[in-house]
């Protein structure tokens, strides 16, 4: 009985729970009776009389209770009304036999106490059987409304009884019986037709109702309105509400409430908005919320500016707020000792406010119409002080701190200063306020509020430019002159970027601005003095030294300067860079270095001392700025020491200068692209071992130094067009490749360091590398090959099945077995897992010209003799390491610009700011210039993509039409060509997948990159449509699929194609190519999986399986064919063996399998429509078979964690197993509701099923509890919840199909997976008196008969598992 005892407690909630009655009744049973009750009534007295309406109910299962008891039913609600209509129908004197027992009623209702007794819920007589079902019971009234033949009766004798009640006051018992009698209309299952006569003028009868009642009574009577009429009175009762609403303010917010969710024509409910619209300067506050959602809801596409303007207009906050709260000031002025009363007014005014705003925020956000009118509304201010208020709120949104609101608003804001910069002049005063909120401010948003401030102070002469001068002038030197970096970098910024504004070419413009052609000599020494005073404050810092350098390279980059300021500026810095970092070769430095300097990548034979050099390993021994890059100090007084850290930014600000002094010519610093630098032997070799810290610190900041220097002149040259000068560029590319791998080996034995700063414009100059990521992917790596021993040998609680041993190779190594992998895998392996990927924000930035390398093919490179003639001639060509280092540049930057920041994988702990370190001269770009770039590489990057294609179809055929034959993994060759590969579908799948091209103006883009693929299908068709560039970049594409080298080329080349087919406005023919396609890489066996069981990643090949179930036409069948055939394969293989059919199914991998197919299948049924007994038999019979087809599945994949029990298998069927059955209830049972008579067999079996299916559930459940993981057992209650409610929803189909006494009880012993008895303490005492039959129900098949209209027959049964303790 205890099954019995714990299950009521948890009822299925039925319909009806929705009605305001049951909480009433609940509280009006828990007070104690009346004093007052009648003496004629004795406590728990029956009512006895003759009449026909008390018998005729006891007959059909009432029985009524005399005072305030209950009236009790003895049946199920369901049962007595159709009992009792069959006997109304069937009785000899029908239809008499109505009239005679609404008299009855009538009677019986003149008592008070009698009266509230029918409105109140009866009392259900339960049995332990009928236990299982809902607790609570309509009343008499509501059950005798759903009876048809009765409720017209039955509503015009409510009507008639309600005004008795209208002006009393409520009962002592707390009930109000206006509402108890307004309750019983609501939500009624089915409405007789209102035409007949009785119910005619219910719409006019409400109103009337409505028109004499009180207030309170009013409010409750309107609110009832939609949930008592049918939609064919919405417009009567629209109608009628609009017409209140003019005589009885009162009740504004209930009508407009209704009327929202009313169906009225739009006529009516634009006449009930204007006639709102006309009231809002004198409603009241609590009142206005409501007001205005109603408006809004009401707008339509035609009048929605209109309507915003005229709200905006009227909508005064001001007039509506303040008052409020003046009054409660006063208020609590005058009223000391009553601070509650005036404190819950201000709260409650503060309140309405906050709702206010909710309802606006919610419909701009999720409404179009509503946002676009909004800002429509805005952009047609023409009043002076509506835009001091714009401006005001963007300056307040730009210093609270936010960082999406900052850069939001300062775009707005730079926007406006673009568009309209006179209004702007205006409001200067207030955007110069923001430089006191400079602190929380990143160097971006930094470049964009003092590219506002000195466009307003200096693009024109104004009243109030000259005090915006001033002050940033004041900010600009008190942040220069601080010793803290945080501060000088906001001074340096702003120092440069108002230079850049004072000193902009205007001579395009000269036209437009008379006189203002030429800089003026004021204007030129204003500029050179402030640059002089950002150089002489930065110069002992050579991390600010850096950054001015890069800020200033960045200013001739972007915008024009004046003639003059180029001229000076190329002047100083070609002198100073020569100084500082440029000697003589023939001079070979001397002194007391810790390695023997040497002259080394140069690209000329010099044979005099005509050649120069950069002086880099001397600079870096002079200076210790290794460990924090701070102040220099000077060693000798007479000679001013540069920090080689400023030798790469420097340089970049000398080639731009002179880029744009000679419009591109670097003829005059072109020997900086073959000069040698003086470094020292850098391959490691034996010595490396022996070498101190120290050193070897010192060897890798000469290594990162000479890679930036070489990333910078790649940056110069890259855009030259001499052959000579491609190929010493082509060779600077493989200098930085064999140096990176150098630098690989040194960091492998330099643990703890840090690299000497590359990008400078950082929020905090505390940068380290990060260099976790790799160490614990080799962790894991080295965990799952060796922690499957410890599995094996400590696993007591397991199954004794050797597979579910197996299968927790999936997860991570246990927290005890991490220490001890991390201090092997430090000692043995440490050397080999630095990743440079960890190390990107120490490289400088390479420009996005310099992907213009990708076009060159073979360059012809000419050597002459002394003589200058041609000696020989050397065929250059850009090879696949260099090739691979460019792709993985480009491919990060699409990442970081293109990629949507919500699918953007981001690592824990791991802010935005250094996200983006790296990439600052990226983002001067908008992502439409970026993506316009790309779109030039396509061509080249198909030659690349073709080359690689038929250098893996060589292969095939190499290996007998084996990709991945014998032999073609092996070499350092067939790694790069495939890196390669991925990396060129991962930079065109970021380019396609960019939502840019779902903006009108990118269209013509989107365009140009498809014809670039569709010509190379077919070359020479212009002018093709959208859908056929669409299909032929497709095909295209797909052909790409028989040289795919690796699972994750495969992945990219899905993803690709998926991303091109949504572009396209019929993409079903190609769907089932996606599915086909994933089909054959699940199929294939990939080279990784030879060499290690972790080859694929877990979420690429979770990614493609799930593509491969969502685009695939029949999900159940593929689920099927994968559970059905692919993972007997694998339980009957060896144990480092797969599946034969999907080799992508290991022990290792089926938790991935497992965990899609039990997510899409949850997915897929609960996508299935329910459906309606209206729909025809042909639909039934469809869904049925679906369902049939789904459990089948779901029993398939339930049965597999009797082998694969490891946690991850368990924690995934727990989960998905409770919304399959949640799924089940929702979708299926409607279903076999009216199913069961036609196809009694089908349903019978369906529910066999799954009864052994949620059985094995319940044993889930125990064995979760029995090992008492926290993972598992915090799924139990909602799963066993869920199956207690299927228990109870079954029983209502059986009773529904007249087959209630095919429903029996019994209990269900906790078992575990292997189907094993899990004694307790408590069952074990109890053993002696339990029985020992499993006396769970089952589903019974016999047949049954049928019998007249009941239908009655003892077809089936159907039960759920609960525990069989009390707990």
Request: aromatic content about 6%; charged content about 25%.
């Amino acid at each position: 009985m205890a099954l019995v005892k714990m299950v009521s407690k948890r009822r299925l909630p039925t319909s009806e729970d929705k009605e305001n009655l049951t909480e009433d009744a609940s509280k009006a049973r828990k007070q104690p009776l009346s004093k007052k009750t009648k003496k004629s009534h004795v406590h728990n007295e029956v009512e006895e009389n003759n009449s026909v309406f008390v018998k005729l109910l006891k007959t059909s299962g009432i029985t009524l209770r005399t005072g305030e008891n209950q009236n009790q039913l003895a049946v199920d609600q369901i049962i007595f009304q159709r009992k009792l209509f069959q006997t109304l129908r069937k009785h000899p004197s029908y239809p008499k036999i109505i009239e005679e027992f609404v008299s009855g009623l009538e009677s019986y209702i003149e008592d008070q106490n009698s009266f509230r007794n029918c409105l109140l819920s009866c009392e259900h007589l339960q049995d332990e059987e009928a236990s299982m079902g809902t607790s609570y019971c309509k009343s008499l009234i509501k059950l005798l409304l759903g009876i048809d033949i009765l409720q017209p009766a039955i509503i015009k004798i409510l009507f008639e009884k309600l005004p008795e009640f209208i002006f009393k006051n409520v009962n002592s018992d707390g009930l109000s019986m206006p509402r108890l009698i307004i309750n019983q209309l609501k939500w009624l299952d089915r409405v007789v037709d209102s035409k007949s006569p009785p119910l005619q003028d219910l719409t006019t009868k409400i109103m009337q109702l409505i028109s004499i009642a009180p207030v309170y009574l009013q409010h409750d009577f309107v609110t009832s309105l939609p949930e008592i009429l049918g939609d064919s009175q919405h417009a009567d009762v629209g109608k009628e509400l609009s017409d209140l609403l003019t005589e009885n303010t009162l009740l504004t917010v209930p009508i407009l409430d209704v009327l929202s969710s009313l169906q009225l024509e739009p006529k009516l409910l634009t006449k009930v908005r204007q006639l709102v619209m006309g009231k809002l300067s004198s409603v009241m506050l609590d009142d206005l919320p409501m007001i205005i959602k109603f408006i809004l809801h009401s707008i339509t596409a035609t009048d929605a500016l209109e309507v915003i303007s005229e709200l905006r207009e009227k909508l005064d906050l001001q007039h509506c707020i303040l008052p409020s709260l003046l009054q409660a000031s006063q208020s609590k002025v005058k009223n000391k000792g009553q601070k509650s009363s005036s404190g819950n007014q201000e709260n409650s005014g503060q309140d309405c406010v906050i709702l206010l705003f909710d309802v606006i925020k919610s419909a701009v956000r999720y409404e179009k119409i509503i946002s676009e009118a909004w800002i429509k509304a805005i952009e047609n201010t023409t009043s002076v002080s509506e835009h001091k208020e714009v401006i005001g709120a963007l300056v307040t949104h730009i210093c609270s701190g936010n960082e999406a609101e900052v850069d939001t608003a300062l775009d707005v804001l730079l926007d406006l200063v673009v568009l309209n910069p006179s209004a702007m002049r205006l409001n200067a005063v207030f955007v110069k306020g923001i430089l006191d909120y400079l602190d929380n401010m990143s160097p971006q948003q930094i470049r964009k509020l003092f590219y506002i401030l000195s466009t307003l102070a200096f693009s024109k002469q104004h009243e109030a430019s000259s005090h915006i001068q001033d002050d940033m002038h004041l900010v600009i030197r008190k942040q220069l002159s601080s010793t803290m970096f945080k501060y000088k970098l906001t001074g340096i910024i702003g120092a440069v970027t108002m230079a850049g504004i004072i000193a902009a070419d205007r001579s395009r413009s000269s036209s437009l601005t008379p006189g203002r052609g030429d800089l003026s000599s004021e204007q030129c020494t204003q500029v050179t003095s402030l640059l002089q005073l950002v150089h002489s404050c930065s110069e002992q810092s050579p991390q600010a030294s850096a950054l001015y350098y890069d800020e200033f390279a960045n200013l001739i980059q972007g915008r024009k300067l004046a003639p003059q300021v180029l001229e000076w500026a190329g002047q100083t810095i070609f002198n100073d860079f020569q100084d500082a970092f440029v000697v003589d070769i023939c001079v070979v430095p001397e002194g007391d270095y810790p390695f023997p300097v040497k002259a080394l990548y140069g690209l000329e034979d010099y044979d005099s001392c005509d050649g120069i050099a950069i002086n880099l390993l001397p600079l870096l021994f002079s200076r210790d700025f290794v460990k924090d890059g701070g102040r220099l100090t000077s060693q000798e007084s007479d000679q001013k020491l540069v920090s080689p850290l400023c030798l790469a930014p420097y340089f970049r600000l000398l080639r731009l200068c002179v880029d744009r002094q000679h419009n591109g010519n670097l003829e005059e610093i072109d020997g900086l692209l073959d000069c040698p630098i003086f470094l020292t032997d850098l391959e490691p070799g034996e010595r490396l071992e022996s070498m101190s810290v120290k050193e070897r610190s010192f060897i890798c900041s000469l290594i990162f130094l000479t890679l930036n220097w070489f990333r910078e002149v790649v940056n110069a040259f890259c855009r030259q067009t001499l052959p000579e000068m491609k190929v010493k560029v082509l060779t600077r590319l493989k200098h930085i490749v064999e140096l990176q791998q150098l630098l690989e080996k040194h960091l492998a034995v330099t643990p703890d360091y840090v690299p000497p700063l590359a990008n400078f414009d950082l929020e905090t100059s505390e940068v380290t590398p990060h260099t976790s990521t790799a160490v614990s992917a080799k962790i894991r790596i080295q965990g799952n090959l060796g922690g499957r021993k410890r599995k094996a040998d400590g696993n007591k609680t397991s199954s004794p099945d050797p597979l579910s041993k197996e299968d927790n190779s999936e997860c991570d190594p246990a927290p005890s077995d991490r220490s001890q992998l991390e201090k092997e895998f430090r000692g043995k392996e440490e050397k080999t897992s630095v990743s440079l990927q960890n190390y990107h924000a120490f490289f400088r930035e390479l420009d996005l010209e310099v992907f213009s390398i990708l076009h060159c093919g073979l360059v012809a490179k000419f050597i002459l003799d002394t003589e200058m003639h041609t000696e020989a001639t050397e065929v250059v060509q850009l090879q696949p390491p260099e090739l691979l280092f460019l792709l993985e540049d480009l491919a990060q930057k699409l990442e970081n610009m293109l990629t949507p920041s919500v699918t953007r994988r981001v690592p824990f702990l791991k802010s935005k700011g250094n996200r983006n370190i790296g990439f600052s001269h990226l983002h001067q770009r908008s992502a439409s210039e970026i993506a316009h770039s790309v779109v030039q590489l396509l061509s080249p990057m198909c030659n690349h993509l073709e080359n690689i294609h038929n250098y893996f179809q060589c292969l095939t055929a190499k290996n007998h039409d084996v990709v991945d034959g014998p032999g073609s993994t092996t070499g350092q060759e067939y790694d790069i060509m495939s890196s390669c590969y991925q990396r060129l579908l991962q930079i065109l799948h970021g380019l396609f997948a960019w939502n840019g091209f779902f903006q009108p103006e990118n269209t013509n883009l989107l365009y140009s990159a498809l014809e670039v693929l569709a010509n190379r299908l077919k070359p020479g068709e212009p002018d093709q449509a959208l859908e056929e560039l669409l299909s032929q970049s497709f095909h295209y594409l797909q052909n790409f699929h028989l040289s795919i080298p690796s699972f994750q080329c495969a992945l990219y080349l899905i993803r690709l194609l998926m991303v091109i087919l949504e572009k396209s406005t019929a993409p079903t023919q190609n769907k089932g190519k996606i599915a086909s396609l994933a089909r054959q890489f699940l199929f294939r066996v990939w080279p990784s999986e030879e060499k290690e069981k972790s080859g694929i990643p877990n979420d690429q090949l979770q990614a493609l399986l799930s593509i491969y179930l969502e685009h695939t036409d029949s999900v159940l069948k593929a689920i099927e064919e994968i559970a059905g055939v692919g993972v007997p394969e694998l339980i009957s293989s060896p144990k480092e063996a797969s599946s034969s059919t999907f080799p992508t199914l290991t022990r290792h991998t089926f938790v991935i399998f497992f965990h899609v197919m039990m997510a899409e299948l949850e997915k897929t049924v609960k996508g299935l429509q329910a459906g309606t007994a209206a729909d025809s038999e042909q639909i039934h019979e469809e869904k049925l078979l679906y369902w049939n087809m789904a459990v089948r599945d779901f029993s398939i994949l339930i049965n597999l964690i009797k082998v694969f029990d490891s946690r991850p298998v368990l924690h995934v069927c727990l989960k998905y197993g409770r919304l399959f059955v949640e799924a089940f209830l929702k979708q299926c049972m409607p279903l076999l509701d009216f199913s069961f008579r036609k196809h009694r067999e089908d349903v019978l079996s369906l529910l066999e099923t799954f009864q052994l299916n949620t059985r094995l559930l319940h044993h889930l459940c125990g064995h979760s509890k029995i090992h008492q993981d926290t993972k598992l057992t915090k799924h139990v209650p909602l799963l066993k919840k869920t199956l207690e409610l299927l228990v109870c929803r079954v029983k209502a189909m059986l009773i529904l199909n007249n087959c209630r006494e095919a429903f029996w009880l019994g209990n269900l012993k906790n078992r575990d997976l292997q189907g094993e008895e899990i004694i307790s303490q408590n069952s074990q005492e109890s053993t002696a008196d339990e029985s020992e039959d499993d006396t769970s129900s089952q589903v019974s098949k016999s047949k049954g008969t049928e019998d007249g209209e009941e239908d009655e027959a003892s077809d089936g049964e159907k039960e759920q598992e609960s525990d069989d303790d009390s707990d």
